[in-house]
RNA sequence: CGGGGUGUGGCGCAGUUGGUAGCGCGCUACGUUCGGGACGUAGAGGCCGCUGGUUCAAGUCCAGUCACCCCGACCA
C-alpha cells in the first residue's frame, strides 16, 4: 500500500491537494463530505467519461437529461425503492430567503413548498414518470437511455472519492418489451463496465451477481464488478440492475405488444461514478505518486528539457517540438513544459506524482548525440534512445505500460485470493493479509448477516464463472454447490 | 448517533511548571544554479477553531461550542 494513501505525509499532501481539495467551507457543515475536483482529477473524469460513452454509443445507447429534483410523490411508488434511499436524501423544504433583519438571512416561511422535492439519489423515479408518457406501444421500445449527471446521497460517512455525499456518475435506465431482453441488456451493460475496466482502467475486476442482502432497493437483480484495492480492501466498481417490471408497474407503465395484449414495461438501470477515480488511485499507485494507465492519462507523454542557458533551449524546443509533432499525429498527448522556473528534477517529481505514464527529457548532450531520455513511469526505468525511433519507442511503450500495469494489478489480486475451507482460516485470512477470500455459503441472508456482524466481511458477488463444486458453507456446515466472493469492502 | 483523536502562517508540525509565538516545506526579491524534488542572502505572511471564565498575565488552565479525522451503524 502505498504510503501516501494512508497517513499524511508531505508529498500525500501535496499530491493529493493538486487532484482533489475538500470544500474548504469550514463554518457550514452542510457541505460535509463533498469535493472539489480540480482540474488534473477532472481531467481524469473526462477520460473516463469518454471512453465509457463511447462504449455506449456502441451499444445503441443515446444520452438526455432528467431533473435534479424529484417530486417526493414520485419517490414513494416503488416500496423497495423508498425504502432503500430513505434514510439517505437531502429534501428541498422551501425556495426563498429573506432578510432576518440582522444583517444575515433567512429562509423565507412563506416560501414553503406544497410538496417537498428530493435532489435525486438515483433517477429511477422521475425518469420513469417521464418513460410512463413515451411508451405506449412495442414500436416505442426498446428505450436505451444514458444520463450523465451528479447526484446526492446524505451518508452518514463519506470518504473522498469512495464515497462522498455529491458524486458525478452516469445512470443508464433502459425500457424493454420483453424479460429477456431486459435480462439481456444487465448482462450486456455488466460486461461493458467489466471491458472498460480490464482495458482502459487496467483494472481486473470479477463480474457476478449480488446476495438478495447487498441487492439494489428495487431490483430484481444486481450484476456488479468487484476490484481488489492494494490494501486488501474489496471496491465495487459498477453495478448492472434488471428491475423487472418493478418500476413498470410503479409508474403504470403499459404497452401494448404485436398481439394487441396490454403489457407492463421490463427494465434496467446501470451506473458507475466518480469512484472509479478513487478505484485507480487505490489500485495502481505507489510511492511516488500516482500511475495512470496511458488510456486514461490526461497528459500521456510529457517533455522535459534541460538546460542552462536560453540558447540551449531554444535549440532543444525545436525538437522537442518535432517530437510532439510526431507523437500528436499518431494519437498520442504530449506536454512540453519548457517554463524556466522549476528545475528538471523538480518537474521528473512532479509528473511522477502526477502518473503521467511516460517522460521524455532531452538535453545538452542529447542534442549533441542525437538522442532522448525516455523513462516509464509504472517501473521508473529509463534509457537513452536515438531521436529518430522516438514515435515508435513512445508508442509501444504506452502500449506496454498499459499491459504492464493491468498485470501487476493481476498479479496482486492472484496473490491476495484465498481459497479457504474453515471458519478458523477464513477469520485468520481476512485479519492477516486481507483481500479476497472464495469459499461456500450455504445461500441464506441469514448466513451472510451472521459473517458480517463477526467479521465486518461480506458477499461481494457470487461469479459468474465461479465452477460447480460440492462444498460445506464456512460457517453453517451446510452443503453448498459453489464458492462465492468475500471482503471487507469500502 | 456512539467510541477515540485533532484544531497554532498556504502545507506539515513544535510550543516545557501560564510570561505575550517558533521550525521545516512552500511563497516574494536578487544572485549563483539546472542530466533526479538546487544553494546563498534578504523579506512577506498568524484574532493559536469560536465563545465565555480563572489570572497581574492564557496557544498553554477551566467550561461550553463548532469543525475536521479515524473506528462503528448506512452506502456507489
Not at 202 to 216: C, T
Not at 350 to 367: F, N, Q, S, T, W
Request: charged share 30%; proline share 4%.
Amino acid at each position: 500500500m502505498a504510503k501516501f494513501l494512508t497517513n499524511r505525509e508531505e508529498n500525500y499532501s501535496q499530491w493529493y491537494n493538486d487532484l482533489v481539495i475538500k470544500a474548504d467551507l469550514a463554518e457550514n457543515s452542510a457541505v460535509r463530505g463533498c469535493m472539489v475536483i480540480k482540474p488534473y482529477g477532472y481531467a481524469i473524469w473526462e477520460k473516463i467519461q469518454a471512453g465509457l460513452d463511447k462504449l455506449f454509443k456502441e451499444t445503441g445507447h443515446v444520452n438526455a437529461y432528467f431533473p435534479l429534483f424529484i417530486p417526493k410523490s414520485f419517490f414513494s411508488k416503488e416500496a423497495a425503492h423508498v425504502e432503500g434511499f430513505a434514510k439517505e436524501c437531502a429534501v428541498v423544504t422551501h425556495y426563498r430567503l429573506k432578510n432576518d433583519g440582522k444583517g444575515g438571512v433567512m429562509v423565507d416561511p412563506e416560501s414553503k413548498l406544497e410538496e417537498e422535492l428530493i435532489i435525486r439519489p438515483t433517477s429511477e423515479t422521475i425518469i420513469w414518470n417521464s418513460y410512463k408518457s413515451w411508451i405506449h406501444s412495442y414500436r416505442d421500445l426498446p428505450i436505451l437511455i444514458n444520463q450523465w449527471a451528479n447526484v446526492v446521497r446524505w451518508e452518514m460517512r463519506t470518504r473522498l472519492f469512495l464515497r462522498t455525499a455529491e458524486f458525478l456518475w452516469q445512470e443508464g435506465h433502459t425500457a424493454h418489451a420483453t424479460k429477456e431482453e431486459a435480462q439481456e441488456e444487465t448482462q450486456k451493460m455488466i460486461n461493458v463496465y467489466a471491458d472498460f475496466a480490464e482495458n482502459s482502467m487496467a483494472l481486473p475486476v470479477i463480474k457476478g451477481f449480488k446476495s438478495e442482502n447487498e441487492r439494489f432497493a428495487g431490483a430484481l437483480d444486481t450484476y456488479a464488478i468487484e476490484a481488489l484495492m492494494q490494501d486488501g480492501k474489496a471496491l465495487q466498481a459498477g453495478t448492472s440492475h434488471f428491475l423487472g417490471q418493478n418500476f413498470a408497474k410503479a409508474f403504470d407503465v403499459q404497452f401494448t405488444d404485436k398481439t394487441g395484449k396490454l403489457e407492463y414495461v421490463w427494465a434496467t438501470s446501470w451506473g458507475v461514478s466518480t469512484r472509479l477515480i478513487g478505484a485507480l488511485i487505490m489500485a495502481h499507485s505507489d510511492n511516488n505518486g500516482l500511475v495512470l494507465p496511458p488510456k486514461l492519462a490526461p497528459i500521456q507523454v510529457v517533455i522535459i528539457p534541460i538546460f542552462r542557458k536560453i540558447e540551449q533551449l531554444s535549440v532543444i524546443s525545436e525538437v522537442a517540438a518535432g517530437i510532439k509533432k510526431d507523437l500528436e499525429s499518431i494519437g498520442i498527448s504530449v506536454k512540453y513544459d519548457d517554463r524556466d522556473t522549476n528545475t528538471p528534477g523538480w518537474k521528473f517529481a512532479d509528473y511522477e506524482l502526477k502518473g503521467v505514464p511516460v517522460r521524455i527529457a532531452i538535453g545538452p548532450r542529447d542534442i549533441e548525440n542525437k538522442t532522448v531520455e525516455i523513462a516509464r513511469r509504472d517501473t521508473l526505468k529509463k534509457e537513452i534512445y536515438p531521436l529518430e525511433k522516438v514515435a515508435l519507442i513512445v508508442k509501444d511503450l504506452l502500449e506496454d505500460i498499459q499491459k504492464e500495469i493491468y498485470n501487476k494489478a493481476l498479479k496482486f489480486r492472484q496473490e491476495n485470493t484465498f481459497y479457504v475451507d474453515t471458519w478458523d482460516d477464513f477469520v485468520k485470512v481476512l485479519d492477516q493479509p486481507g483481500g479476497f477470500i472464495m469459499a461456500h455459503w450455504d445461500g441464506t441472508a441469514e448466513t451472510e448477516e451472521k459473517i458480517k456482524e463477526e467479521t465486518k466481511a461480506t458477499i461481494r458477488c457470487i461469479p459468474f464463472d465461479s465452477p460447480e463444486e460440492e462444498g460445506k458453507c464456512i460457517y453453517s456446515g451446510k452443503p453448498s454447490r459453489k464458492r462465492v466472493l468475500f471482503a471487507r469492502s469500502y
